[in-house]
């Protein structure tokens, strides 16, 4: 991309991941396929690295505050790296901890999280013997708040599969945060490196005529 910059009209490229299709864009964005809005942010201490990182200041569970404070919400070189290369979300294992005490409180309700709770990866949020999308529903949307607004990714979207079961794709990190594929995922995400910035669009990445999950 860096060698071909002056060749399009603008200085865009974009990401449309799903999980069994998706689309790439250069030059610019369409609109067509979005559900949401753009929410932008800038692409935080761009002129320190060359790499993506945005600005996360809070996570809720279900619209429950986790206590999540931003500093502790970081890659080691600023923000959260955005890296489509990366298969999982990695979160620092202070906020992890947080995200797992709302998770646990919001599944103690009557009628929530209808799976059996099992013990294999331990790096997730929780893992159950696998799911059906009619239980996945049963659990909560997690929203990550930035100063352009929020991104929330719903059940259908962070369960990962894995040997008969099924596991929440937000891992526990030492001290990286870490926005990954499986984020990404049902986004258009929007790398406009004229204007340093980020965006996130709620899309129908897989095809045209399918909507994403949505919270």
């Given at each position: 991309?860096?060698?071909?910059?002056?060749?399009?009209?603008?200085?865009?490229?974009?990401?449309?991941?799903?999980?069994?299709?998706?689309y790439f864009?250069?030059?610019?964005?369409e609109?067509?396929?979005?559900y949401?809005?753009v929410?932008?942010?800038?692409?935080?201490?761009?002129?320190?690295?060359?790499?993506?990182?945005i600005?996360?200041?809070?996570?809720?569970?279900d619209?429950?505050?986790?206590?999540?404070?931003?500093?502790?919400l970081?890659?080691?070189?600023?923000?959260?790296?955005?890296?489509?290369?990366?298969?999982?979300?990695y979160?620092?294992k202070?906020?992890?901890a947080?995200?797992v005490?709302?998770?646990?409180k919001?599944?103690?309700?009557?009628?929530?999280?209808?799976?059996?709770?099992?013990?294999?990866?331990?790096?997730?949020?929780?893992?159950y013997?696998?799911?059906?999308?009619?239980?996945?529903?049963?659990?909560?949307?997690?929203?990550?708040?930035?100063?352009?607004?929020?991104?929330?990714?719903?059940?259908?979207?962070?369960f990962?599969?894995?040997?008969?079961k099924?596991?929440?794709?937000?891992?526990?990190?030492?001290s990286?945060?870490?926005?990954?594929?499986?984020?990404?995922?049902n986004?258009?995400?929007?790398?406009?490196?004229?204007k340093g910035?980020?965006?996130?669009?709620?899309?129908?990445?897989?095809?045209?005529?399918?909507?994403?999950?949505?919270?």
């Open positions: 991309l860096n060698a071909m910059r002056g060749k399009f009209h603008k200085d865009i490229y974009t990401l449309c991941l799903s999980p069994r299709n998706g864009t250069i030059g610019g964005y609109t067509v396929r979005h949401t809005p929410v932008w942010n800038s692409n935080y201490q761009a002129s320190k690295n060359k790499y993506y990182h600005q996360v200041t809070g996570i809720t569970v619209g429950a505050d986790t206590g999540v404070k931003k500093d502790s970081k890659y080691s070189s600023g923000g959260a790296l955005v890296d489509s290369g990366t298969t999982y979300t979160i620092p202070s906020a992890h947080k995200i005490t709302q998770f646990d919001f599944c103690k309700g009557s009628g929530k999280c209808t799976g059996t709770k099992v013990t294999y990866d331990k790096t997730s949020v929780a893992c013997n696998a799911l059906s999308a009619a239980q996945k529903a049963t659990y909560p949307h997690i929203q990550f708040n930035t100063p352009g607004g929020n991104l929330c990714i719903p059940p259908e979207q962070y990962f599969e894995e040997r008969g099924s596991c929440v794709g937000f891992l526990r990190d030492s990286s945060f870490v926005i990954g594929g499986n984020f990404m995922m986004f258009d995400v929007i790398f406009d490196r004229e910035k980020v965006g996130f669009a709620r899309a129908s990445c897989e095809s045209p005529d399918k909507p994403p999950p949505c919270c």
